[in-house]
């Protein structure tokens, strides 16, 4: 879906506003995240089939009405939607470009692949899951083992901090947005700077964390803080794609993200190694210093060698025939189906 996803935004969505589209669109994984600890835990505990397999058949069935909602409403372009207006398509002619709405390049894979700022964004993208993912897939356990609650009291508690990403991402895409306008900031410093506050902040609440006993009340906060404060540097790792290619965007973003989710896989993997004998407090907060060294690794790396500027090999040279061949053609064909 992610590579997907830029893929559509780069060719629905006005570059000015790639930080606020990506953001609000992203923090569905949040609201997701939220809805199913919630629903996961009360069916655990009251659903039918036995609890726990309920969860199983009621998340899958709404996956399926998802899909066939994707089917219907989503097209590649403004150029292949049967539905859209003259004065729409006009709109996106000038703010995007005939030429790139249209016709697909050739991607220039050696390009991506020998590209520093691209693998910058991936060793980035992996810091950034391990934390998140750690938190998704581990945070339960935590909340179990040290705060001591139940199953539906651990699913509410440990959806609540997730709340912090869907009110952080779209406010951060907002303020990224404005200060990368022209005549502020450029979008290569906007984004290193998002992502070390991010990084920084988010590192600081999860290491006091692992300092704050049994106390329930103080460790949702800080969980709430340090998740919202990822989401300060998670809005740059989700957006970078489009500033380096955006018509690539998708290839480069199945390319970080497959690097990304390397980091979702060792993270319950190294919880699970650092708590297998005790699951305490002390383990912990050696689970808590690993997820901050292993977030300031990625982020470092991003500050020095990655880059919020389109690459030279972003804008590759079309196909001989005309772009205006097929935008007539488009037109006929719209004109002939009225």
Known sequence: MMPANQALIARWTAPQFHSVVVGAIFVGNDVGTIVGAILAGILCDYGFDGGWPSVFYVFGMVGCVWFVCWCFLCYNSPYTHPRISTAERRYWDRTIGTADLVRHAPTPWRKILTSVPVWALAVAFF?????????????????????????????????????????????????????????RLSTNVVRKISCAVGTI???????????????????????????????????????????LAPFHAGMIMGLTNAVANLGAIAAPLAVGALTSKHSTRPEWQHVFFLITGVYAFGALVFIIFGSGNRQSWADIALPSHTVGDDVASKDGTQRSDR
């Open 127 to 183: 810091g950034t899951c391990f934390f998140y993912f750690t938190m998704v897939t581990c945070l339960p356990l935590y909340m179990h083992d040290v705060q001591g609650l139940n199953m539906t009291a651990n699913g509410l508690l440990s959806a609540i901090p997730f709340l912090s990403m869907t009110l952080v991402i779209p406010s951060v895409g907002l303020i990224v947005d404005w200060l990368r306008a022209p005549g």
């Open 201 to 243: 902040l988010g590192g600081m609440f999860l290491i006091l964390l692992g300092y704050t006993g049994c106390n329930r009340a103080v460790a949702v906060l800080l969980v709430f803080l340090a998740i919202g404060s990822q989401g300060i540097a998670f809005n740059s790792v989700i957006t970078n794609q489009l500033d």
